[in-house]
Protein backbone atom coordinates (compact mmCIF):
# COMPACT_ATOMS: atom_id res chain seq x y z
CA UNK A 1 0.00 0.00 0.00
CA UNK A 2 1.30 2.92 -1.10
CA UNK A 3 2.29 5.56 2.04
CA UNK A 4 -0.08 8.88 0.14
CA UNK A 5 -2.82 6.44 -0.24
CA UNK A 6 -2.79 5.13 3.58
CA UNK A 7 -2.06 8.90 4.85
CA UNK A 8 -4.78 10.23 2.66
CA UNK A 9 -7.15 7.07 4.00
CA UNK A 10 -6.31 8.29 7.83
CA UNK A 11 -7.18 12.12 7.18
CA UNK A 12 -10.44 10.78 5.87
CA UNK A 13 -10.77 8.88 9.04
CA UNK A 14 -9.68 11.43 11.00
CA UNK A 15 -12.35 13.82 9.48
CA UNK A 16 -14.89 11.49 9.74
CA UNK A 17 -14.54 10.64 13.16
CA UNK A 18 -14.37 14.35 14.32
CA UNK A 19 -17.92 15.03 12.26
CA UNK A 20 -19.41 12.07 14.06
CA UNK A 21 -17.98 13.25 17.28
CA UNK A 22 -19.46 16.53 17.00
CA UNK A 23 -22.93 15.22 16.11
CA UNK A 24 -22.84 13.25 18.76
CA UNK A 25 -21.80 16.25 21.25
CA UNK A 26 -24.76 18.23 19.82
CA UNK A 27 -27.18 15.25 21.83
CA UNK A 28 -25.06 16.53 25.00
CA UNK A 29 -25.65 20.02 24.53
CA UNK A 30 -29.11 19.60 24.06
CA UNK A 31 -29.96 17.75 26.94
CA UNK A 32 -28.30 19.98 28.91
CA UNK A 33 -30.22 22.56 27.69
CA UNK A 34 -33.54 20.49 28.46
CA UNK A 35 -31.61 20.45 31.78
CA UNK A 36 -31.15 23.87 32.65
CA UNK A 37 -34.91 24.73 31.48
CA UNK A 38 -36.03 22.43 33.52
CA UNK A 39 -37.33 20.01 31.11
CA UNK A 40 -34.91 16.75 31.88
CA UNK A 41 -33.75 16.09 35.53
CA UNK A 42 -30.37 15.41 35.98
CA UNK A 43 -31.16 11.22 35.89
CA UNK A 44 -32.14 11.79 32.81
CA UNK A 45 -29.21 13.77 31.30
CA UNK A 46 -26.76 10.76 33.50
CA UNK A 47 -28.88 8.58 30.87
CA UNK A 48 -27.84 10.82 27.64
CA UNK A 49 -24.48 11.39 29.03
CA UNK A 50 -24.63 7.18 28.88
CA UNK A 51 -25.30 6.51 25.99
CA UNK A 52 -23.11 9.48 24.53
CA UNK A 53 -20.23 7.82 25.88
CA UNK A 54 -21.74 4.31 24.38
CA UNK A 55 -21.93 5.66 21.31
CA UNK A 56 -18.72 7.38 20.94
CA UNK A 57 -16.89 4.23 21.78
CA UNK A 58 -18.58 2.01 19.04
CA UNK A 59 -17.55 5.11 16.83
CA UNK A 60 -13.85 4.85 18.20
CA UNK A 61 -13.95 0.97 17.48
CA UNK A 62 -14.85 1.26 14.01
CA UNK A 63 -12.68 4.25 13.21
CA UNK A 64 -9.53 2.40 14.28
CA UNK A 65 -9.63 -0.89 14.66
CA UNK A 66 -9.72 -1.84 10.98
CA UNK A 67 -7.02 -1.07 8.42
CA UNK A 68 -7.58 3.05 7.76
CA UNK A 69 -8.40 3.09 4.05
CA UNK A 70 -10.49 -0.30 4.58
CA UNK A 71 -12.25 2.32 6.68
CA UNK A 72 -12.51 5.48 4.28
CA UNK A 73 -13.60 3.26 1.61
CA UNK A 74 -16.60 1.97 4.04
CA UNK A 75 -17.23 5.72 4.88
CA UNK A 76 -17.22 6.98 1.41
CA UNK A 77 -19.35 3.66 -0.09
CA UNK A 78 -22.08 2.98 2.81
CA UNK A 79 -21.54 5.19 5.85
CA UNK A 80 -22.54 3.74 9.04
CA UNK A 81 -25.42 3.99 10.42
CA UNK A 82 -26.83 6.46 13.19
CA UNK A 83 -24.02 6.41 16.20
CA UNK A 84 -26.42 7.91 18.49
CA UNK A 85 -28.69 5.23 18.35
CA UNK A 86 -25.66 2.77 18.29
CA UNK A 87 -24.95 3.34 21.43
CA UNK A 88 -28.47 3.52 23.08
CA UNK A 89 -29.18 0.89 26.10
CA UNK A 90 -30.90 -2.24 25.73
CA UNK A 91 -33.11 -3.72 27.82
CA UNK A 92 -32.96 -7.39 28.28
CA UNK A 93 -36.34 -9.03 27.72
Not at 29 to 56: K, N, P, T
Not at 70 to 84: F, K, L, M, N
Amino acid sequence: MASSEHRTACEAVGKYHEAQLGALLAHVEEALRRFRSGELDAFEVDQELFQYSRAAKELWKFCTLNNAVDTAHWITERPPSDWWKRGSFRRRR
